[in-house]
């Protein structure tokens, strides 16, 4: 008969179905095989059959009750379904038998930060990085909380260890050259499609509590310029994210074109059915690539990620057609600040208004509206930005 290294071994090499055989054959022949239980309900969960899976540990820990691994299994299988409380109770007992368990620890902290215990949760990451000096993932929350807990020294400090940690992740290069205002002139493409790759499968719920406009913005100042209804325009969707934009615009397009460098975002925007077209890359690049070929092209939130616009903009000068029309929003930099654009702690650039004219004008496009409007809030503050419309 087959054992349980023969199914993890499976497991490991992806091949799920033999795995769960083998588990059926163990249990069909020992019904309280604790390990078992334990390892068909860690499969059953990736299954997503939560109820089968929590049921199975259980017993699993019924039988074994001194297994801190499958007090770690439980704890995340009743995190992912809202039990809070019981989650905490399940990581508590792991560590009480192994109080030395970095992963029990880690989903601890990660628990703590959803339950707002931020201090504790502190507490349990720091911990990790003791037992563990080159866990990225407790660098970077603990960065993370201090960022939010408005200890910019002591966060500055944590994004340096990040980096020191894991110097190949571009989301810790790029958040400590935020920190210490040593940021180049546009995020690395690395760092976005990162970024937004780990954010796809959430993006959408967040900014709704974020209360994010931007794209509705842009579509009202577009009202006023271009055909609606009419379904004859070429429109390019420059940073088309998880496709926001799409809705707004679908009526106006005989063609509908998207880019973006993430392909989980992607993943999602091709979910709503709306664009003709989706293509991964880099919107620089693509634009150059497809000259005068878009009436419009718009770009929601995309270039907050970029310090200096002249590229950008001479790249959408370049792909649009005679008339054509260019459409996006930026982050405000008070017009009496010294610096022409500027990175934050958060990671994202903002424009002074007089730099975005500058760099409208030199590539060759007239500005038709900049106006303020408040584009998203962050940390219970509005984040002003500027929504532009400018023509070639």
């Known amino acids: 008969m087959a054992t349980i290294l023969d199914a993890i071994e ?3 090499r992806g091949r799920l179905p033999e795995a769960e055989a083998i588990y059926l054959q163990l249990l069909a022949a020992q019904p309280n095989n604790a390990d078992a239980l334990h390892y068909l309900g860690v499969l059953r969960m990736g299954q997503r059959r939560r109820d089968e899976a929590i049921e199975l540990v259980t017993r699993a820990l019924k039988i074994a009750p001194r297994n801190e691994h499958a007090w770690n299994s439980l704890g995340n299988m009743v995190a992912a379904t809202g039990k809070l409380a019981a989650a905490e109770f399940a990581f508590r007992s792991a560590l009480e038998l192994h109080p030395d368990f970095p992963e029990a620890l880690y989903n601890l902290g990660n628990l703590q930060r959803r339950m707002h215990k931020r201090e504790e949760s502190l507490q349990s990451f720091r911990r990790v990085i003791e037992l563990d000096p080159k866990m990225s993932g407790a660098h970077e929350n603990i960065a993370m909380l201090l960022f939010r807990l408005k200890r910019p020294d002591e966060a500055a400090e944590a994004f340096k260890r990040w980096s020191e ?13 935020a920190y210490t205002n040593q940021a180049p002139g546009r995020a690395e493409d690395a760092y976005v499609a990162k970024l937004f790759d780990r954010m796809s499968g959430y993006f959408d719920e967040s900014l709704g509590r974020l209360r994010y406009v931007a794209p509705q913005l842009l579509a009202s100042a577009l009202a006023e310029i271009i055909p609606f209804g009419e379904k004859r325009l070429t429109i390019l969707d ?11 615009l679908r009526t106006s397009a005989r063609r509908l074109v998207g880019v973006d460098l993430s392909a989980g975002m992607l993943a999602k925007a091709r979910e709503r059915n709306v664009y003709d077209e989706l293509h991964e890359g880099e919107l620089v690049a693509f634009m150059r690539a497809h000259p005068a070929e878009y009436d419009v092209v718009i770009s929601a939130d995309t270039f907050v990620y970029f310090g200096e616009l002249e590229e950008a903009f001479g790249a959408a000068a370049g792909a649009l057609r005679s008339g054509g029309i260019f459409a996006f929003t930026v982050e405000a930099e008070p017009d009496d600040s010294g610096e022409k654009h500027r990175i934050h702690n958060h990671g ?5 208004a007089d730099y975005v004219r500058e760099c409208l004008a030199g ?15 962050e940390m219970g503050a509005d984040v002003q930005g500027h929504v532009v419309i400018a023509r070639k």
């Open 238 to 248: 420059a940073g088309v994210g998880t496709g926001l934009c799409g809705p707004l």
């Open 10 to 12: 499976h497991t490991k």
């Open 165 to 177: 940690a894991d110097p190949e992740n571009p989301i810790a290069r790029h958040m400590l050259a």
């Open 348 to 352: 994202r650039y903002s424009h002074r």
């Open 363 to 377: 590539a060759g496009l007239t500005l038709v509206q900049l106006e303020p409007g408040v584009l998203r809030k």
